[in-house]
């Protein structure tokens, strides 16, 4: 059980959060302005609030938010300890909103499994610079490989990766396992020009870059120039300069009219397939959401199609898992488009949805296409 200082700490936090402000956002500016607390206390916090979103609808909402939190922990470690001490049936009516059963296209037999991930405390990933995760892993302690992503890491230890020299010189990143296939499914070849049209702080702009080794170029745009500078400084902890950056709104002007041998459209959406992490957007999260935000996504891959090469590859990604976002979005563009054929992932259909529960990381859907020559 966390100590008192602790729960006094997630309690104020908890009071800041709302529909608007995201328990992560909260976190961020709650830490920002009590510098004094030491990783460990971050981590616990962080810890105990995450927790208190996953069990929220156990908790008694009369209780005082202390003994909620005791409640939501106690819950937690019972979980913890044997996994089959709270029912499935239980889990499917309480650990998320009744609207998602009717998104979700999830095998009857491993309802289960998926909602007992959503109750775990989440895997922590590291992508090794290309080839070099053997060699990071000797050097980090508490790493596990995955056979899914050649440069993945799970990372078990207690160590603030932030202060490691290793982080400090760009060897590795923290990118989820779900993220990672992502590149890993575009396959980018060095010295071709990629358009990251979503690029955000640019995750999956530095893995392409990355592949491309330093050759080739990736156009990575976004609405949001926040984030673009972020991407910046992550690239230059990388020592990727095989990119370049612009502002795009999402719109039918487009940053250049350059075609390119592949598009990375990483569209924003409703984020269900990270719900194990980020807990309380089961709660804010609605069917109006997914709605506007499926539209959103076709409008956005009408938009960049144009820009594809003949034999050109596009990818479609989504770390959600809703039918909305998903596979109608990939059937209703896939029809409009004859001009473009399905391309296989990872050596099978064009269509991936990888599942929480199977990859021990975020959901996400992915979809590919090329321009048929
Ligand atoms: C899923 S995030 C991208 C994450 C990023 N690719 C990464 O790997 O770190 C989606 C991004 O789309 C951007 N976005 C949201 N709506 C948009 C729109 N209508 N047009 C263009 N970008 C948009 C957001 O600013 C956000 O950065």
């Given at each position: 059980?966390?100590?008192?200082?602790?729960?006094?700490?997630?309690?104020?936090?908890?009071?800041?959060?709302?529909t608007?402000?995201?328990?992560?956002?909260?976190?961020r500016?709650?830490?920002?302005?009590?510098?004094?607390?030491?990783?460990?206390?971050?981590?616990?916090?962080?810890?105990?609030?995450?927790?208190?979103?996953?069990?929220?609808?156990?908790?008694?909402?009369?209780?005082?938010?202390?003994?909620?939190?005791?409640?939501?922990?106690?819950?937690?470690?019972?979980?913890?300890?044997?996994?089959k001490?709270?029912?499935?049936?239980?889990?499917?009516?309480?650990?998320?909103?009744?609207?998602?059963?009717?998104?979700?296209?999830?095998?009857?037999?491993?309802?289960?499994?998926?909602?007992?991930q959503?109750?775990?405390?989440p895997?922590?990933?590291?992508?090794?610079?290309?080839?070099?995760?053997?060699?990071?892993?000797?050097?980090l302690?508490?790493?596990?490989?995955?056979?899914?992503?050649?440069?993945?890491?799970?990372?078990?230890?207690?160590?603030?990766?932030?202060?490691?020299?290793?982080?400090?010189?760009?060897?590795?990143?923290?990118?989820?396992?779900?993220?990672?296939?992502?590149?890993?499914?575009?396959?980018?070849?060095?010295?071709?020009?990629?358009?990251?049209?979503?690029?955000?702080?640019?995750?999956?702009?530095?893995?392409?870059?990355?592949?491309?080794?330093?050759?080739?170029?990736?156009?990575?745009?976004d609405?949001?120039?926040?984030?673009?500078?972020?991407?910046?400084?992550?690239?230059?902890?990388?020592?990727?300069?095989n990119?370049?950056?612009?502002?795009?709104?999402?719109?039918?002007?487009l940053?250049?009219k350059?075609?390119?041998?592949?598009?990375?459209?990483?569209?924003?959406?409703?984020?269900?397939?990270?719900?194990?992490?980020?807990?309380?957007?089961?709660?804010?999260?609605?069917?109006?959401?997914?709605?506007?935000?499926?539209?959103?996504?076709?409008?956005?891959?009408?938009?960049?199609?144009?820009?594809?090469?003949?034999?050109?590859?596009?990818?479609?990604?989504?770390?959600?898992?809703?039918?909305?976002?998903?596979?109608?979005?990939?059937?209703?563009?896939?029809?409009?488009?004859?001009?473009?054929?399905?391309?296989?992932?990872?050596?099978?259909?064009?269509?991936?949805?990888?599942?929480?529960?199977?990859?021990?990381?975020?959901g996400?859907?992915?979809?590919?296409?090329?321009?048929?020559?």
């Amino acid at each position: 059980m966390p100590d008192q200082a602790t729960l006094n700490h997630a309690a104020q936090i908890l009071a800041a959060v709302s529909t608007d402000e995201r328990a992560d956002t909260a976190l961020r500016f709650y830490f920002e302005s009590h510098r004094y607390l030491q990783p460990i206390a971050k981590r616990e916090i962080s810890h105990t609030v995450f927790v208190y979103f996953r069990w929220l609808s156990w908790l008694d909402s009369k209780a005082s938010p202390q003994k909620r939190l005791e409640q939501a922990v106690e819950l937690h470690e019972r979980f913890t300890a044997d996994p089959k001490s709270i029912k499935a049936e239980t889990l499917a009516v309480r650990a998320v909103p009744a609207w998602l059963w009717t998104e979700l296209d999830l095998p009857a037999e491993a309802k289960a499994d998926y909602l007992r991930q959503l109750q775990r405390d989440p895997a922590l990933w590291l992508r090794a610079r290309p080839g070099r995760s053997a060699a990071l892993a000797k050097s980090l302690f508490s790493c596990e490989p995955s056979d899914r992503a050649p440069d993945a890491l799970r990372f078990t230890g207690t160590q603030d990766l932030f202060k490691t020299e290793q982080f400090r010189t760009g060897e590795f990143e923290i990118q989820d396992l779900a993220s990672q296939l992502v590149g890993v499914a575009a396959a980018p070849i060095p010295g071709e020009n990629w358009w990251d049209a979503c690029a955000g702080e640019g995750g999956k702009t530095l893995h392409l870059a990355d592949l491309m080794k330093n050759k080739g170029v990736v156009w990575a745009t976004d609405r949001n120039a926040r984030r673009i500078d972020t991407l910046k400084r992550r690239a230059a902890r990388a020592k990727l300069f095989n990119y370049r950056t612009d502002f795009w709104d999402g719109g039918r002007m487009l940053p250049t009219k350059q075609k390119f041998d592949g598009i990375l459209l990483d569209a924003p959406c409703s984020g269900v397939g990270t719900w194990q992490r980020n807990p309380h957007a089961r709660w804010t999260t609605t069917p109006e959401d997914v709605r506007e935000l499926a539209a959103t996504q076709l409008t956005l891959l009408n938009n960049v199609v144009g820009s594809l090469k003949p034999g050109g590859r596009l990818v479609y990604a989504v770390c959600t898992l809703t039918r909305s976002e998903t596979t109608a979005i990939a059937d209703a563009f896939g029809t409009a488009h004859p001009e473009l054929e399905p391309l296989a992932l990872f050596g099978a259909g064009p269509r991936a949805t990888l599942w929480p529960h199977e990859l021990n990381a975020n959901g996400m859907f992915l979809v590919a296409w090329t321009r048929k020559k």
